[in-house]
């Protein structure tokens, strides 16, 4: 079996498969921040986080949310269908954090009152921008019946997995989400869902257990990506 790199990102390697359907999504331990201009390692993310991803997929599979994984087959990688990727990330905020902060001033840890929906251009050239309904039609960026039917499931994997982190203890303060088409024009989620691509705190303390620890230099790296493969296994 012949496996060729399609795709080398920051935090995975994409191979290919014997079949054209598939891939191979091999999770590494290199972690970047602020447009790759931090870089770093964090022993044992690569494991924990396809751990975790595949629970959280698994998870959503059950409550009808057609996702990217088959199987995870060695302990860093996952069998994924191939999916065409929407050029768009999908950011859901219940809490603020991170770049909303910086661009409209609302303090961390603010309480939205509903869940609040944001699209980026993936564009590491334009530093992946905040694009608006207006922009996503001129770009042809999505459709406006893929745009909502992303957005209606973007709340229910938001309201999923709220759940099961309140019942573990923890806030999904926000997080990212990337979608794609499958051959049968499915809309597929894809990529990962793990403590590089969400925000968590600890919902007593208000501790941080995610890369907010790496990007921000406050220690503990490790222990927290343990700590959430704990408390998601749990
Ligand atoms: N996020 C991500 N990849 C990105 C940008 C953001 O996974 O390229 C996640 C991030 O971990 C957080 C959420 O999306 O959980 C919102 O990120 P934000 O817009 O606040 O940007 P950041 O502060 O991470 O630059």
Known sequence: MTQEIIY???AKIVYSTDDPNMVSQKFKDDATAFDGKKKGQIASKGVRN???STTLFKLLEERGIITQLVERTAEDTLLCKRLTMFPVEVVIRNYAAGSICKRLGFEEGHKMKKPMLEFFL???????PLVTDAHIEELELLTRAERDEIEQLAL???ETLTKFFAERKVLLIDFKLEFGKD???NIVLGDEISPDTCR???AETREKLDKDRFRRDLGG?????????NRVES
């Open 183 to 185: 051959s049968e024009g």
């Open 200 to 202: 968590f705190w600890d």
């Open 50 to 52: 396809a751990a975790i």
């Open 8 to 10: 080398e990102g920051k």
């Open 122 to 128: 993936k564009d590491d050239s334009l530093g992946d």
């Open 156 to 158: 229910k994997i938001n």
């Open 221 to 229: 790296v490790e222990e927290a990506y343990k700590e959430m493969l």
